[in-house]
């Protein structure tokens, strides 16, 4: 099984530094793709390779770069984001690459850059990431110092300079049109759509945003090529994927697999299976803003149109587990606390939905609930739905709630009629 | 334009491009709720509220949810606004907003026009299922304008979006997130910009509302309104006044798409309280020995004998006018007194001044913009004017203006122009050329491209060179400095490749020079062949129209009467102390007889009046007012005035049949004075007819001033009488003071409220417009007198002597005008007093090390025989060897400016 992605980081040991990386023939890519491929070429390979963007919504990275308009006025700025926000409740899965092979990343994003011929290029990362912050700030010195940024890269006439901008903080901020704004020292609020980043993007100009993982894939399909990437899963879509499982799993942790393993396999071989005592009753499968997948789905296979039929979405492919002696009540409430707090405060179902939610939540929890709670939850999650709000926060946080009043319904009555959580 | 074929439930309409489905809607007269979309703010998308249905095509029996605010109509547009899910969805907005929104509607200053009781009715959300507590805030002390009651907040985000986007302003923000978002300063204090009243306008809801009402709060219902016109500068923003109990509760802005568009500036909304103040004339006083300082009060019986003796045929009567009476009462004085005794109360400076604009622009060629074209605009040079103390609506005009080139770079990319947020984050920073010559640095420096801070003179002579680089012809102006030629150029280039270039100017620095080179300008660019307009601020709110009458400037009275004596000399709504010195009104008080004041306001002057009468205000008399544009505009009577009070021509009225008793024709009302004003000056011809007359009626009715839900008709006066009063006539108009007559639609100048069948907030506003953002239905009020001329040839005004010595213990004084303050009236009303700084110098630190004071301190200013007890105000973009004096503060004394001044330690 090949592992693009994580083969050179060894979880524990220090990351992949300048030297080791050009040993391993780092920047080759870079190099080839400088100096025999035109960028519309480069864009015409990542679309042939398929691959999806990493950071939940799965949109096609060569279609988005095809967005870019490249016959316009020279002198306009174009700008690449690398989207580093990585604060989906449950995932872990950028910090592992920026924190183990931050180099494959920057080797991504200047031929990326190149291909969309941005001349500057921002990493947006996470407030909490300081190891990763002072890595990728040493990485992108060293790269410097090599040539691989700044002026003239390589000889290739081609200019770029990388910057890492540390995020202060909101969940808000992974949105990419959020991000922007705030990349811009904005309040962090997602803009309308249209017009798209491509179109207008960071400072008003051609912006492509995509996510660390995503970004770090682009210098291996230079190399392999499409076709290659297309035989790394099981599924047609093409590529690993890193997934992760946290929760009351025996070996919690993050791999990276072929799209398309079964949810079963990730479970069982990968996190070795529950912790003895414990039984698996659901798990949102890519992050707290996706639906909840039961024991019925183990078989489905983790791919984004697969986890799509059968209900739920793919999203970052880092599953929470939610087990037995877990209250079900509590854990959606935990979730849309979080969702509550994290509103940008924008739009109203999201604004005075969320809250809403969170307080009947509570209430039940607390066995002071009411029947009819039940309703206006539903009522609440179908209200922040999708079209509905004005970006996908509200519809995200409707996801857990939805399916989890509709899988655990049981659960919620009793609370209500025993006028306590049974957990407690 | 080709129009588009949409529909809308079923049904087929063909509409404009390129707007969006909800204003669309809503000027097809089809409901759709909103919040946060404004006409002037454009669409965000943030409320949720207008969502409808889209359909993709007619087999498409689904549909999804769009927000129609960001819906584009194009050519086949499907869409159903009655759709059953799109109905629950709004009304789910509603619920989920009023989940936290206080139920204190009873006692809401909002209550009654409030857009959230409209929306709520509107979408039917009727029943709480909410049942945790409210979220609460803090208020905040916005100042003397603005209450602050944030727990009713329902975050549309119109406050920030107008305060900060619209107006500029800094200290208004949203702070916080999620739901608990604040809408507010960063501390409590009085909120800066000087358009934060439109914040009650703005505000869907009653976070935001009317301090000043506050103080005399009426139910919105109950008041009593009439259409009128600001009185506090010259441009002329349309209002509506609104009366309880005979005093003036309010002001707020009456839409005029040439004008003032929804806004006003603070100045104009809340100056209105002279109108009430206890300092008010109401009866007609008598001094019955000279220079006594006792008065009394002249019965009404004893009017004939009093006004016999002043006004008989064999008097030699004097005339004084003014710019701040209506054109009928000046009129009124000019043909008692004739044209030759008939001065115009302004300075000879301010009057020559006014002159040369208005004589300019009656024989130019050029228009005059209104503020709606100055939005327009794509390139700008303000020459010499400090707009947002003099003209603050212009100064937020060019806000609007220097953003077209963004709507040009949107339109490129497909990006929609009432798509606020992508407009902005597209343009950036990339403005139309802006250029401001000015004294000192204001706040539109932020969007000037470049701004030049020189004297007065070295102001003009940018001003010359710039339409000397633009024509050969225009006099030469020699210049030493090497930066002001380049400035030239660059004005010159940018006004010469700009399609609608704009010069905006004024007299406020009480330099003719100025005035001459922005007129030279325009002159050189039309010559040019450019289609320029010309914007000069005049002083008052009818600067223009008494320009456009006969007669002198007031000092001619004074050399007129140096050897003979005036009989009676009549003085109209005038403050001649603010007008000329001291010593020059007071030789002209010794050389008069009889001295008679009409005015609203016990000043220095009606301390003067051996016969003193109330003159009605705006407020309570009807009356035409000309913008500085040349716009003619009629304002209503809101309150009805009682016992003594009657409007300045009606007095004059009076005296005109004791002077002549053969005359035969009675301006029995205001249209008869209209009619002769327009007869007997070519100038106000058009007068006559731009606004229905007195006896006009729609299905039999007046135009009631009041809403049908008025309350309180019968037992109002209950206290004095418990009969009905006779209701009030108001001859001079078709407006009546009742509930009893028509409502809706009235012709666009008659408009005293808006409502329409469930809009009771401000928003009934889009009934009474072709569109939103549009004009007025009917065409927007107001005649302009003043046209170009097809084939005006101009002349060039030859610069004189530019050349200004300065000495190093004496400074050259220039006016420095403010918007709370400088303006006679609106300085009286009591929350703007609490805006008027004391009076106060600026200048450079170095100029302030010569004379060793230090910010803030006081010092001595020695001007023109007066001395002036002054705070220094250290501002160094004003240049050495001038400062700049606080100018027509209450309590200072007329300071013909620029002087020189020598300052001295305190």
């Known amino acids: 099984m090949e592992r693009p992605l994580t083969k050179h980081i060894k979880p524990g040991s220090v990351s992949l530094n300048m030297k080791d990386y050009i040993q391993l023939g780092g920047y080759g890519n870079l190099q080839k793709a400088l100096k025999n491929i035109a960028p519309a070429e480069v864009t015409a390979l990542v679309k042939a390779s398929n691959l999806l963007g990493r950071g939940g919504a799965g949109f096609p990275t060569g279609v988005k770069w095809s967005l870019i308009p490249m016959d316009g006025d020279k002198s306009t700025p174009k700008y690449l984001v690398c989207n580093a926000d990585e604060m989906e409740p449950g995932t872990f899965k950028d910090r592992y690459l920026l924190e183990g092979n931050p180099h494959q990343l920057i080797e991504g994003m200047i031929i990326s850059a190149y291909a969309i011929q941005a001349g500057k290029a921002y990493i947006f990362l996470r407030w909490a990431y300081k190891k990763a912050e002072k890595i990728l700030r040493e990485a992108i010195a060293d790269a410097y110092k ?43 609020m997602p803009r309308t759509k249209p017009p798209f980043p491509a179109i207008s993007g960071l400072f008003g100009r051609p912006t492509v945003v995509n996510n660390v993982e995503t970004l770090s894939w682009i210098s291996h399909i230079v190399e392999h090529g499409a076709e290659w990437f297309k035989g790394l899963s099981l599924t047609p879509t093409g590529g690993t994927k890193l997934f992760g499982v946290s929760g009351r799993v025996k070996n919690p942790g993050t791999w990276e697999l072929p799209l ?155 609370h209500i009629t025993d006028k306590k959580c049974p957990w407690r | 334009m080709s129009m588009v074929k949409i529909t809308i439930d079923g049904k087929q309409y063909e509409v404009k491009p390129g707007k969006n489905l909800l204003e669309t809607c809503l000027s097809l007269g089809i409901d759709i709720p909103h919040f946060c979309f404004h006409p002037a703010l454009g669409s965000v998308g943030a409320c949720r509220l207008c969502a409808v249905k889209k359909f993709r095509d007619k087999d498409d029996t689904r549909g999804r949810i ?96 107008f305060y900060r986007d619209y107006a500029g302003g800094r200290d208004l923000n949203v702070y916080a997130s999620r739901n608990h978002v604040y809408f507010g300063r960063y501390e409590d204090g009085t909120l800066e910009n000087e358009f934060s009243g439109n914040l009650v306008e703005v505000c869907p809801t009653g976070v935001f509302t009317d301090k000043t009402l506050k103080n005399h709060f009426t139910r919105k219902w109950d008041l009593s309104n009439a259409p009128s016109v600001c009185v506090h500068c010259s441009l002329g923003c349309n209002t509506i006044a609104s009366e309880r109990y005979g005093s003036l509760r309010r002001i707020m802005s ?37 220079n006594d300082i006792k008065v009394e009060q002249v019965e009404n019986s004893q009017f004939s004998s009093t006004f016999d003796k002043l006004f008989s045929k064999d008097k030699f009567i004097y005339g004084i ?186 007299i406020s620095y009480g330099d003719e020079s100025i005035v001459h080179a922005a007129l030279n300008i325009a002159t050189a660019l039309r010559s040019a062949g450019s289609n320029v307009m010309l914007n000069m601020v005049l002083p ?118 004791i002077r002549n008793e053969s005359q035969t024709v009675r301006w029995n009302r205001l249209d008869d004075i209209v009619e002769s004003l327009s007869d007997e000056l070519a100038v106000f011809s058009k007068l006559k007819k731009y606004t229905p007359d007195a006896d006009f009626r729609m299905l039999n009715a007046k135009i009631s001033r009041q809403t049908i839900r008025y309350s309180g008709r019968t037992a109002m ?62 065409g927007d009020p107001g005649i302009r007198l003043i046209e170009p001329v097809e084939g005006a040839k101009n002349s060039y005004f030859s610069p004189g002597s530019l050349d200004v010595e300065t000495k190093e213990d004496k400074w050259i004084i220039v006016p420095v005008y403010q918007i709370f303050g400088s303006d006679e009236l609106s300085s009286v009303s009591s929350s703007v007093m609490q805006r008027i700084d004391e009076p106060f110098v600026i200048m450079n630190q170095a100029d302030a090390d010569i004379i060793s004071a230090a910010d803030g301190e006081y010092s001595q200013l020695e001007i023109l025989q007066n001395k002036l007890k002054v705070k220094i105000k250290i501002d160094n973009s004003i240049v050495a060897g001038f400062a700049g004096l606080s100018a027509n503060l209450p309590g200072m004394p007329f300071v013909n400016m620029p002087c020189k001044g020598k300052f001295h330690k305190l």
């Open chain 1, 146 to 188: 090599s040539g691989y940024l700044g002026k003239n890269i390589l000889g290739s006439g081609f200019n770029l300079d990388l910057y890492v901008h540390s995020s202060a903080g909101r969940y808000m901020c992974g949105e990419e049109t959020a991000l922007l704004n705030s990349l811009e020292g904005k309040r962090a």
């Open chain 1, 260 to 414: 398309g393993i079964s949810m079963r396999e990730l479970l069982e071989e990968h996190a070795g299976g529950m912790t003895p005592g414990h039984k698996f009753r659901g798990a949102l499968p890519g992050g707290a803003s996706t639906d909840f997948l039961i024991e019925d789905h183990l078989d489905v296979k983790l791919d984004f149109s697969t986890v799509a039929a059968a209900g739920s979405r793919l999203g970052t492919g880092t599953m929470i587990v939610l087990d037995d002696k877990t209250c079900p009540v509590a854990f959606i409430h935990n979730v849309e606390k979080f969702f509550a707090l994290e509103s940008c405060g924008w739009c109203t179902p999201c604004r005075e939905g969320l809250p809403w939610v969170e307080k009947m939540l509570a209430s039940i929890e607390e066995g002071t609930g009411k029947m009819e709670y039940l309703d206006l939850l539903n009522f609440n999650a179908k209200f922040m739905g999708p079209g509905n709000t004005f970006c996908a926060h509200a519809p995200g946080a409707a996801e857990p709630l939805q399916s989890g009043l509709k899988y655990f319904h049981d659960d919620f009555v009793k």
């Open chain 2, 66 to 161: 769009v927000m129609s605010c960001m819906e584009p109509v194009t050519e086949g547009l499907i869409v159903s606004v009655e759709d059953s899910e799109a109905r629950a969805f709004r009304t789910s907005v509603l619920e989920s907003l009023m989940t936290n929104h206080p139920h204190d509607c009873p006692v809401c200053d909002e209550g009654g026009e409030c857009h959230l009781q409209d929306m709520t009715v509107m979408t039917g959300h009727n029943y709480r299922r909410f049942d945790f507590p409210k979220r609460t805030y803090n208020n905040q002390d916005l100042g003397p304008f603005i209450s602050h009651e944030m727990n009713r907040c329902i975050q549309c985000y119109r406050c920030v979006r």
């Open chain 2, 254 to 290: 009456r839409y005029n798409g040439a004008v003032n568009g929804y806004f006003l500036c603070d100045r104009g909304r809340f100056g209105y309280e002279f109108v009430n103040d206890e300092k008010r004339i109401k009866t007609v006083q008598i001094r019955l020995h000279k």
């Open chain 2, 321 to 506: 006018g003014s710019p701040r009476a209506s054109v009928e009462s000046n009129f009124a004085l000019m043909s008692l007194v004739g044209k030759e005794n008939f001065f115009h109360g302004i300075s000879q400076k301010e009057y020559s001044l006014t002159k040369t604009i208005s004589e300019y622009l009656l024989q130019s060629g050029i228009r005059t913009p209104s503020l709606k074209q100055v939005e327009k605009a794509d390139a700008i040079l303000v020459l010499g004017e400090d707009l947002i103390n003099t003209a603050p609506m212009i100064a937020l005009a060019l806000r609007q203006a220097v953003r077209n080139i963004s709507y040009n770079e949107a339109s490129e990319k497909g990006i929609p122009v009432w798509n606020d947020a992508p407009v902005r984050e597209l343009a950036q920073d990339k403005k139309n050329p802006l250029f401001i010559a000015t004294l000192f640095s204001d706040s539109l420096d932020e969007i000037a491209e470049e701004f030049f801070r020189s004297s007065p003179k070295e102001i003009a002579k940018l001003g010359f060179a710039v339409a000397k680089v633009l024509d050969d012809k225009a006099p030469d102006v020699k210049i030493e400095n090497s930066y002001l030629t380049r400035i030239a150029g660059e004005i010159a280039h940018s006004l010469k490749n700009a399609s609608h270039p704009l010069i905006i100017s004024g």
């Open chain 2, 540 to 657: 008052e709110s009818n600067s223009m129209g008494l320009s456009l009458l006969p007669g002198k400037p007031l000092e001619n009275a004074l050399v007129s009467v140096e050897d003979k004596e005036i009989d009676t000399l009549i003085i109209l709504e005038n403050d001649l102390y603010r007008r000329i010195s001291e010593d020059s009104v007071n030789t002209l008080f010794k050389k008069s007889r009889q001295i008679l004041v009409l005015d609203h306001l016990v000043n220095k002057t009606t301390q003067k009046a051996d016969l003193l009468l109330p003159a009605a205000t705006f407020a309570g008399s009807e009356g035409t007012l000309v913008n500085n544009e040349g716009r003619a505009q009629r304002y209503y009577k809101a309150i009805d005035i009682k016992d003594q009070l009657k409007e300045s021509w009606r007095w004059i009225d009076e005296f005109i049949k």
């Open chain 2, 717 to 778: 006066n209950a206290n004095i009488a418990v009969s009905e009063p006779e209701l009030s006539q108001d001859r001079d108009s078709p407006l009546t003071f009742s509930m009893e007559g028509q409502q809706e639609n009235p012709p666009s100048s008659l408009v005293p409220f808006y409502w329409t069948p469930g809009w009771n907030s401000v928003q009934a506003m889009y009934n009474y417009l072709d569109e939103p953002d549009g004009s007025m239905k009917g």
